[in-house]
């Protein structure tokens, strides 16, 4: 009389081993270098290979946030990550409301130029937009790092879907109360929109965050690189060839402030940008 | 449609940011390219002459260059089919209906918060010769320690696997998206009807996730050509003798550290032809419809 019971549960149990397993599987080169953070040199070059916890935790975090610098490295991260994508959720916010609700002249051309910035990522303005940097004195500095990055296709277009989907029936509440347009967007508009808010904020720290490319090129004195570059820069310094379990805590410590952000901002993710229609 | 508020100067005004930003440092640079293209620096790049179209018949007569597109392609498919089937099989599985569904979901979809350069350095350390851990395996399994870094094949194969692994959060959110909008009446009449769990999945699931498959294709197109950069470079700095060496790597190297502006500014109008068939290609396909300019 239990068959039914015991088919169901075997199944279920069987369910969960099976998604434990590829769990473990994804995260097996994260929890590798997580345990190999923790050990000392002997214990990293032991044969076979130690895959426990090791002796000297604190030390090689400590030698690769002070030693090798990343405790700085990170605040620039911090710094131009926060500065970004602050800047570009509210020139994204201004946009949409003005393609969203206003009639003006040239809408389209307005809207088709920023449109076609999706086609224009840095690989294809690289060699002239570096030499403009120079230019204008921008080399090796953060002014470099941000403000090429301030404009948003992808930031305009999710809170103008949003936008448009708005309820009518409030915006034109607002309108018979005399309420203008700017004080519409601030007091009602956007703390109705957090969760795009959130979205875009998710996507952008973590793009921002983990640049590599542009300031490999742009940045040339260490106390202004970013972690990434940082990270790189650990490889082959040690004493023989390169300190792995350094090199392992400074992934750990890189890899901390986009995975608290996600996990924090998880929700407003996928409601407002993996479960909206437009991407 | 939505209500309308009345103003001449303020929608501009509200553009105004978008607009500068976007002339200034997207539009400006992305011309001089073209421009560029048409030139070659000569005198350690002092002078600048003008040579039309040669940049890109160099281009498409080098051997070094038509590899690097050949790479690239293999690169981006080994991304996609892997990492999407990957995905898939992942999603599938953890958008059952059971308990701790969401910390699962929280399971599979971290490795979004990954950066190139950390998939790089974990991966490098993971095929570390003599500390790493692939070949302690590989040598206990089948008693071989192959040269990841060396060999050509094997080198490709692992910068594929770490682009894989760093795209997998992104693949499985929208997947996991996209199965959650499947509506459970459809799934539960085939089963009154007597459909079986693979019949479900054929016949209904992947109908359902077809959009979002030809979504992330081109996203994982787009991820793979333009976002790997930071792989290849700790990885394997384009080696063995150029055998990682992709489009984006190439132009890396002729730009920066051979100094051929002009040659360079050629690959990235190749580039620019790529990435515009890709958006072009997700915006006709896409389900979302713009409505242009309304």
New interface residues.
């Given amino acids: 009389m239990n068959k039914y019971l015991i088919k169901k549960w075997t199944k279920?149990v069987l369910?969960?081993l099976?998604?434990l397993t590829?769990?473990l599987i994804?995260?097996s080169?994260?929890l590798?270098?997580i345990i190999?953070s923790t050990q000392s040199m002997g214990e990293?070059?032991s044969?076979?290979?130690k895959?426990s916890f090791g002796s000297a935790t604190f030390n090689n975090y400590k030698k690769a946030l002070l030693d090798y610098n990343l405790a700085r490295l990170m605040l620039n991260s911090c710094y131009i990550a926060i500065v970004i994508t602050t800047l570009k959720i509210?020139?994204?916010i201004?946009?949409a409301?003005?393609?969203?609700?206003?009639?003006?002249k040239y809408?389209?051309l307005?809207?088709?130029?920023?449109?076609i910035?999706?086609?224009?990522?840095?690989?294809?303005?690289?060699?002239?937009?570096?030499?403009?940097m120079k230019q204008l004195n921008w080399g090796d500095s953060f002014l470099a790092l941000t403000?090429?990055?301030?404009?948003?296709a992808t930031g305009?277009?999710l809170f103008r879907?949003y936008?448009?989907s708005?309820p009518?029936s409030i915006?034109?509440a607002a309108?018979v109360d005399g309420v203008?347009?700017?004080r519409?967007l601030f007091q009602i508009l956007v703390p109705m929109s957090l969760n795009t808010i959130g979205a875009l904020a998710v996507i952008e720290l973590?793009y921002v965050?983990?640049q590599?490319?542009w300031p490999?090129?742009i940045i040339t004195s260490n106390q202004k690189q970013v972690v990434?570059?940082g990270?790189?820069s650990?490889?082959g310094t040690g004493d023989q060839g390169t300190d792995?379990a350094v090199?392992?805590a400074?992934?750990v410590i890189?890899?901390l402030p986009?995975?608290i952000?996600?996990?924090l901002l998880?929700e407003q993710?996928?409601n407002g940008f993996?479960?909206s229609?437009?991407? | 449609m939505q209500v309308k508020f009345r103003s001449k100067a303020l929608p501009y005004l509200l553009l105004l940011p978008s607009i500068i930003v976007s002339l200034l440092f997207l539009y400006y640079p992305a011309l001089k390219t073209f421009v560029l293209s048409l030139y070659k620096t000569a005198f350690m790049g002092m002078r600048k002459i003008f040579v039309g179209g040669s940049n890109f018949i160099e281009l498409f007569t080098s051997i070094e260059y038509l590899q690097s597109i050949l790479i690239s392609c293999f690169f981006a498919v080994g991304v996609v089919v892997i990492g999407l089937t990957l995905s898939l099989f992942i999603a599938v599985l953890s958008n059952q209906d059971i308990r701790g569904g969401r910390l699962y979901c929280l399971g599979f979809i971290w490795p979004y918060a990954l950066s190139p350069a950390i998939a790089g350095v974990i991966w490098l350390f993971m095929f570390n010769p003599t500390a790493g851990i692939i070949n302690y395996l590989t040598d206990l399994l089948w008693g071989i320690s192959p040269d990841w870094v060396s060999n050509k094949h094997l080198a490709l194969l692992m910068v594929i696997g770490a682009a894989v692994w760093k795209n997998l959060g992104y693949n499985i959110v929208f997947y996991l998206a996209a199965l959650q909008n499947i509506p459970q009446e459809i799934l539960e009449a085939a089963e009154m009807d007597g459909a079986n769990s693979l019949q479900k999945f054929f016949l209904i699931t992947f109908d359902f996730l077809k959009p979002t498959t030809l979504f992330l294709v081109i996203m994982n197109l787009i991820y793979s050509f333009f976002d790997t950069f930071g792989i290849i470079d700790i990885l394997t700095k384009g080696g063995p003798v150029n055998a990682t060496t992709t489009m984006i790597y190439k132009l890396y190297i002729d730009a920066f550290q051979n100094y051929k502006t002009g040659f360079a500014a050629a690959q990235s109008i190749i580039l620019f032809i790529m990435v515009m068939g890709l958006t072009i290609a997700q915006f006709k396909w896409s389900d979302s419809k713009i409505d242009y300019g309304s």
């Fill in positions: 279920v369910t969960h099976i998604l590829m769990m994804v995260a080169p994260l590798f270098a190999k990293i070059f044969y076979p290979p895959l509210v020139f994204s201004l946009g409301f003005a393609f969203v609700f206003f009639n003006f809408k389209k307005l809207f088709w130029l920023i449109l910035t999706l086609m224009l990522p840095i690989p294809v303005r690289i060699i002239p937009l570096f030499e403009f403000v090429p990055f301030l404009a948003s305009t277009f879907q936008f448009m708005f009518e915006v034109e309108k203008g347009p700017l519409f973590i965050w983990n590599y490319l490999l090129i990434q570059i990270l790189k650990l490889i792995w090199v392992m400074g992934a890189t890899l986009p995975l952000v996600f996990i998880q993710f996928m993996a479960l229609e437009n991407k």
